[in-house]
DNA sequence: CATCTTTATGAAATTTTCTTACAAAAGAGG
DNA sequence: CCTCTTTTGTAAGAAAATTTCATAAAGATG
């Protein structure tokens, strides 16, 4: 598990906290940023706790001291609260809006980072190295994505498509069996077309991954699952982040497909590169 | 431009500065992680000066003084260890590639995030709202990127389409004209085929937007230009994260739109997202 | 429920760290 | 070589943080 963020751990503490430095918590996560820059007698009376009792709560969490405590807040607060998702109000100008956008998209990719299962990533690339063919499907927004896929792991030599018409889907998974692989991408995992076809594939002896909400229907069914927990979209106006974290999730698989080729591969990917090259101007430097 | 990073201020400033100052700035560069958790005296004395030195250093750096001026450090030591590009190595396993990619991906978000022009936002969604119709242009990856585009600029009630194939593309864009929106998405903005069909769509008095490397072919071409400045793939293994980079900025551009558009326009967005709820399985809570 | 034990908290003293005032040294300009 | 400016350090003082210790609160035990 990657090192979790200061701030996340204080909040997840404080209900083992006593009355002090709960005090303590309350007020250091009320404004963490005021707090870099507050001494301790600062920070104590807004608390309305001791001295000491400050100190001792800096080092309940592995701070030598106050000072070396507010260095570790700094630095979480580049790293985490920076991203914190902040809604896009109807108000907003450019200067407001884009770094929301960003920092959402941002956030959500450091949650999945920190939450997805390396057990399940493996497994799934166990699959795909064993495919006869692999097979990417997904509807709308979802679609892009399994185009994606396909384009990245069209590279590896390998008969691989994607589609995006449910009815070739379904001929598809009628068709398959053991040895191919169909990768079934969906935000919500609910999409009655999408179940109908994975179960299908299913059905037919076929390998079926999941890259979708846990616990959904297609998530069930699926042979292996990669759970993607996006937060619900409940602003209007924020646009939805999960196909930027299947798209990223995808890199990560196909990272781990080149890695278990290992290095003899690797001039089969240079030729794909530079049978490209051709296609651009050249960049003068 | 965002705030620059302060370990680069100091080094950037390095020869303006007189004998004292250079030498705590070099003991700082050296290694400024150590700094962070040194005294004022612990510094002084690496540093061979006195105290009033260093803490004059300090304010030079707009630092209110030493404990300030670490706080300031320690923040530009995390963004700035995210931005080293931790490659992906041929002996990587799991736990170690999946963060790895997922943190190149967030880094060049928040690098973007922090150089993209508001001005060229805005000027875009300027020309999007003007459109009476929008064609978003992509090849290989960029296609996929285009494709989603196109499912999320739908939904604002004019013709939008997207297209991969160049002849398609090449025919579109010479029946183009005044009011038409040619949107070419490129991560390197130098594929001949791209650009020579922005020339024709810009000649036939269409709009040519580029979502592309700044200085290319594309982005000279082009009416405006989003530039995406994302680092060359040094890496054999590390996926190409501009993708992920244009769709978010597509996804910023959906909503300055939206915002445009003003609240009479949500309704109609209620209406698609209901379209879709007949397709899906009900969640039970 | 009284008493003992443990735990939690703060006052005060101590120590450490930082800043300021001022003077000495170094350098620039005439 | 003097004067003025800039740079630097010494030393004093101020501020901040930590430790010690005493007391209060909470909890356990008979």
Redesign the interface.
């Known amino acids: 598990m ?1 090192s979790q963020n200061l701030i996340n751990i204080i909040a997840d503490e404080l209900p083992e906290l006593n009355k002090s430095e709960s005090k303590v918590a309350h007020v250091i996560l009320a404004d963490p940023d005021r707090a ?2 507050s001494s301790i007698a600062a920070l104590a009376k807004a608390a309305g706790v001791s001295e000491p009792s400050v100190n001792r709560f800096c080092k309940r969490f592995n701070a030598a001291g106050f ?2 405590f ?2 570790k807040l ?2 979480a ?3 985490g609260v920076r991203f914190v998702n902040r809604n ?1 109000d ?1 108000g ?1 100008d ?2 407001s ?3 929301k ?3 959402s ?2 956030n959500n ?2 949650m ?2 920190d939450r ?1 299962s ?2 399940r ?2 497994q799934v ?1 166990d699959k795909l190295i064993q495919a006869k063919r692999i097979y990417f499907f997904g509807l ?2 979802s ?3 399994a ?2 896929a396909e ?2 792991f069209f590279r590896f030599n390998l008969p691989v498509s994607f589609h995006d018409d449910v009815l070739m889907q379904r001929m598809l998974a009628s068709t398959g069996g053991t040895g191919d692989v169909f990768f079934f991408i969906s935000h ?1 995992g ?4 999408v ?1 109908e076809v994975a179960a299908l594939a299913k059905a037919n002896g076929s390998t079926v991954i999941g890259l979708t909400a846990p616990d959904s ?1 297609l998530a069930v069914i699926s042979s292996v699952t990669l759970d993607v927990e996006v937060p619900e979209n409940t602003d ?4 939805m ?1 999960s ?2 974290v299947h ?2 999730i995808l ?2 698989l ?3 497909v ?2 278990r080729r ?2 003899d591969f ?1 001039p089969h ?1 240079e030729k794909i590169k530079d049978s ?1 090259k051709s ?5 003068e430097t």
């Open positions: 990657h870099t820059s000072p070396d507010k260095l700094a630095k607060l580049v790293s896009v109807p907003d450019v200067t809006y884009t770094p956008i960003f920092d998209t941002i990719l450091a999945v980072r997805i390396h057990t990533v493996n690339v709308g927004a679609g892009s994505v185009r994606d384009n990245k919500t609910r999409t009655k077309e179940v229907p209007e106006y924020m646009p982040t196909r930027i798209l990223v890199d990560v196909a990272t781990g080149t890695l290992g290095p690797l990917l490209l296609t651009r101007y050249i960049k």
